[in-house]
């Protein structure tokens, strides 16, 4: 069985305009994150008292806070936060659930049955009350928002991986290969890996998308970005205090992350249509079908 | 039935006692020295000293945990570190205001998701099916803060461009005062409905698709009906059946929406209590008012199973 060619999936992900959108949005998220760290139209800390409440215009393009701090700069900042959320809570998220997966899977059924009735339980738990538990226990942090959500979901990801896993281990080809000698390394690394990331990766996707949102809950909250730290949800509190002066303050920020976490739920959509190869082999008919 | 029941009641006490030990844990055992942490660094000797009583450190952990589990069977969940009040009577005082709230929610969520789904799923090839369709994946995305605060903006008393409901607030008077409460709780209530209602506006929607592609409807529509007709008289069950078994996986969205938004709104209810309560170290508070929230989660869950196990044909016929 030929590996699914690179280039190929991209070019199916793009040609949707939900792929296009998506990857172009998270895209110039990241950018923007990026560029923040040496390059903001106005540095963060500049206040000035006499331009501050301005609304949009040539100066500040999205007006000025309550000291006249810029608010496009604070936006484009806000959106480091936002990646590392997402980055690492995704990452977690992968190593739990990916682990959990495997050895539920893989292992005999006295020791995966346990497991997976704990899976079954965890999955109940909400992930914010998760993060306020650590929060109490451990002080808030950003760490403590992507390791609710990491472990939260990661729960999800299992889940839904492991019967992917037990489909493939257990399908007659697997067999072939290891009735032709193939070790359980070989197996993992040429059968189960490649048919298992598909499911894998778009589950993983839909992570950031609540990675992003708790964070904007917990740090609005005061549970998750420290202050003074950039971050779309501590924008969202700061605005809502002035609320009565400046009402059009609580656009900006919540509009970031709206537009950001719609991006990365159609990339996940288009994700599972682009990658999954049941889908795909359907389309290219002229190539023979294999069972 | 009755070994449904009985393994469902015993996956839910289990679900309990998990709760119960990873709240103990996290709380009492992962962080060190609780009572220095809770009192601080410039807490004197006698202050943790008394911490530590009070908490019930000086036993062994095991003892702590079974002195708490014991506790919990006759509802005595201790008392705040720093009001001495019990947490028991200070969960049935704001439950108060986030039963009602949750519930308001939930009737504006199914009442959003069936209206519109099922008029989305009907008109799913025309312009308003698809335009519903869209709006509904774009608010999945809005976080429920945001929206808050942009109800705030518009309909809030006071900053708000129409100003005709409070958006801060609950009358001191509580339920004293019925219809000043039920205000209080409308924009709230309307937040946390909406974002809830669009994401079960979907799983209608494709339910809906479903039923019409279904043998039962198509023959309906052979004898004459129209489709909304044959849709509305033998599709619904099924719709309202998937509804069901969704909505299961919202209660957990609908607790958490409403820790954020009681605070949003300034509403005292369990969940800013409990927002309170971490940024205070009231740590018995805290256990008590997660296991709350995750006992709700877990118990309103276990409800929404039997009640698809009694209704739906097809799983009684299958324990049978």
Known sequence: MSAPGRPQWIGELLRRPAGAFGSAVVAIVAAAALVSLFWTPYPLLQQSVAERWQGPGARHWLGTDQIGRDTLSWLLAGGRTTVFVAFWATLIAAAVGLALATLTALSPRRVAEPVI??????????VLLIAMLLAAGFGGSLWVVVTA????IGMNVARVVRPEIRRVTGSDYVLAARAGGVGPAGILARHVIPNVAAVAIVQLSYVAAVAILAEAGLSYLGY???AGTPSWGRSLADSQQYIAVQPASVVWPGLAIAVTVLAITLLG??????????LRRERRSSEPRRR | MARFLVRRLALLALGLLVASLAIFLVLRVLPGDVAQLIAGTNATPEQVAGIRAG??????????????????????LGRSLLTNQTVASALAERAGVTVPLTAMAFVIAVAIALTLGVYSGLRHDRPVGVAIGFVSQALAAVPALWMGLLLIVVFGEGVGLLGVLPGNGFPDAGWGR??????????PAVTIGLIEG?????????????????????????RGLTRTQALLRHGLPNVGLSLLSVSALQIA?????????????????????????VGNRDLTKVQGEVLFLTGLVLVIGTLVDVAHRVIDPRQRAEAA
């Open chain 2, 178 to 187: 019925p219809g000043a409460a039920f205000a209080a709780l409308v924009l």
């Open chain 1, 224 to 226: 998750g970005a420290p």
């Open chain 1, 117 to 126: 009735v704990l899976v079954d339980i965890l999955i109940a738990f909400p």
């Open chain 2, 55 to 76: 908490l019930g450190l000086d036993r062994s952990l095991p003892g702590q945990y079974l002195g708490w589990l014991g506790g919990l069977l006759h509802l005595d």
């Open chain 1, 149 to 152: 959500v990491g472990v939260g």
């Open chain 1, 269 to 278: 959509d288009a994700l599972r249509e682009a990658l999954d190869p049941r």
């Open chain 2, 198 to 222: 669009v994401a079960l506006l979907r799983f209608v929607r494709s339910a809906v698709l479903d039923a019409l592609g279904q043998d039962y409807v198509r023959a309906a529509a052979a």
């Open chain 2, 253 to 277: 969205a609908l607790v958490t929406g409403a820790v954020v938004i009681e605070s949003l709104f300034n509403l005292p209810g369990v969940g800013r209590m409990l927002v309170g309560d």
